[in-house]
């Protein structure tokens, strides 16, 4: 094996500049809120069921440490697609609407005590579909009546994410959009409002269908649509009572009451 | 039992202001990497107000993927930044940004001599602008081994590459890097001098 060869900013060879910029590089990082970033991810994380870490993390700790044969990263997004899907299975167990059973993801990553090999190498069509549970919103609209409950039938994400690089497309393209929304809900949340119903309508079985839900409620109480907030909250919290976004989501409708 | 950082090797780059709450291994992991992975996350070319978001996605990841267990392949703070390289990778790819300059203001913004900070400024400015001159499994192995401070096999582990392609690339970045380093440095001084500046 060879040695590595020594970093420039302490090869004294190497432009005096160069390792002065390199020094200053290492030495100084983006600023970042400790504080404020562990605050947000209690709240992400809050009391679910993840937590608790159903069947154990080793063999979701073996996935993330990440086998060398998983060495493309669609396939390590594919993955993580799966994993985040056995999550929202979990946060969202005990829906009175859906038929199937709510049985742990007992496949899913973070529980799996099956090494990332066996996760990479399992085979698509023994999965159940009808665990599919995530549906579409909606249209904001006055009518408090609308549900977010109808499931409709349609293959799993993960057989999508992990069957198909389109599959993989998908759940990138859903990442990036959840990202933007983001950043949008505290800045603009009319754009943020317009683009998390667009994601519901574009992803209605997406990995993210439960934190773009809470987006658009935070979106409309931004707006100061109060009403259709805590009506679109309420309907949230019936659904995902104990989900990550719960806590921010009943800040929300709490505020609103009398 | 609550996902835990096991076996783990601390990482002094971040300090935690918060040491006496009580911590799951999520936040310990957070509280010792954090700081890490957003700049990691930055030098990598996200933006800067996709950091804090991302940084999120990382550490939420983390968390779902049972957090980390030391199996003797991987250290944690290599498998943190195993997931922030495969996210920035794809936040790059869907953003194709251009780093925010603010961010180098905002990492200036805390030095105490005016004429030291500007000085500090253009360093992080030309260095940023470098890096943004590689691409990305470059610019991954520049910024993990040159400004991180990995080792060849850490790399190697996060990038999930053999060691000497680490320092195959980690040759061809540095050439790349230093070329981009003497046209700022030129250009520079060509701006100097149109300015009459010595």
């Given at each position: 094996m060879s040695t590595d060869p020594r970093r420039l900013l302490e090869?004294?060879?190497?432009?005096?500049?160069?390792?002065?910029?390199?020094?200053?590089?290492a030495d100084h990082g983006i600023p970042f809120d400790v504080a404020a970033g562990l605050g947000r991810l209690r709240d992400a994380i809050g009391t679910g069921p993840t937590s608790g870490g159903s069947g154990g993390g080793a063999g979701g700790g073996a996935a993330g440490q990440g086998a060398s044969t998983a060495a493309k990263a669609m396939l390590a997004v594919s993955l993580a697609a799966g994993v985040v899907v056995g999550v929202i299975w979990l946060v969202t167990g005990g829906d009175a609407e859906d038929s199937a059973p709510v049985d742990p993801p007992a496949h899913a990553g973070p529980s799996s005590p099956l090494p990332p090999e066996a996760h990479e190498e399992r085979t698509r069509p023994g999965h159940d579909q009808s665990r599919q549970r995530f549906v579409e919103p909606q249209p904001e609209s006055p009518d408090p009546s609308?549900?977010?409950?109808?499931?409709?039938?349609?293959?799993?994400?993960?057989?999508?994410?992990?069957?198909s690089p389109s599959g993989a497309n998908d759940v990138q393209r859903e990442i990036a959009q959840l990202a933007e929304l983001r950043r949008l809900v505290s800045r603009d949340p009319a754009r943020a409002l317009v683009l998390a119903n667009a994601g519901q309508r574009?992803?209605?079985?997406?990995?993210?269908?439960?934190?773009?839900?809470?987006?658009?409620?935070?979106?409309?109480?931004?707006?100061?649509?109060?009403?259709?907030?805590?009506?679109?909250?309420?309907?949230?919290?019936?659904?995902?009572?104990?989900?990550?976004q719960a806590v921010r989501v009943q800040r929300v409708v709490e505020a609103e009451m009398p | 039992m609550s996902p835990a950082v096991k076996n783990r090797r601390g990482s002094a780059h971040e300090g935690s202001e918060e040491a006496d709450v009580p911590t799951s291994g999520a936040e310990e992991l957070f509280r010792d990497h954090a700081g890490f992975v957003a700049s990691l996350l930055h030098r990598l070319g996200v933006a800067a107000p996709d950091v804090p978001d991302l940084v999120q996605e990382?550490?939420?990841?983390?968390?779902?993927?049972?957090?980390?267990?030391?199996?003797?392949?991987?250290?944690?703070?290599?498998?943190?930044a195993a997931i922030a390289l495969r996210l920035a990778a794809s936040h790059r790819r869907r953003r194709r940004e251009t780093p925010n300059p603010n961010v180098v203001e905002s990492a200036v913004s805390q030095i105490p001599s005016p004429a030291f900070a500007v000085d500090m400024r253009e360093s992080l400015e030309r260095v940023q602008s470098c890096l943004d001159s590689l691409d990305e499994e470059h610019r991954a192995v520049f910024v993990l081994f040159e400004i991180e401070g990995f080792t060849g096999a850490e790399v190697a582990a996060a990038l999930e590459v053999p060691v000497g392609t680490v320092?195959?690339?980690?040759?061809?970045?540095?050439?790349?890097?230093?070329?981009?380093?003497?046209?700022?440095?030129s250009a520079c001084g060509e701006q100097e001098e149109a300015s009459g500046v010595d």
């Open positions: 090869d004294l060879s190497a432009p005096q500049t160069l390792r002065n910029d390199l020094v200053r590089a609308p549900s977010i409950s109808s499931v409709p039938a349609a293959p799993s994400p993960r057989s999508a994410a992990r069957g574009e992803f209605p079985q997406g990995l993210f269908m439960q934190e773009r839900e809470a987006h658009a409620v935070l979106a409309l109480e931004a707006l100061g649509r109060h009403a259709e907030a805590t009506r679109r909250g309420r309907r949230f919290l019936a659904r995902w009572p104990e989900g990550p | 990382v550490f939420l990841l983390t968390h779902r993927k049972g957090g980390f267990e030391n199996r003797g392949t991987a250290q944690p703070r290599t498998w943190v320092h195959s690339r980690l040759h061809h970045a540095r050439r790349r890097f230093s070329e981009a380093h003497a046209r700022a440095l």
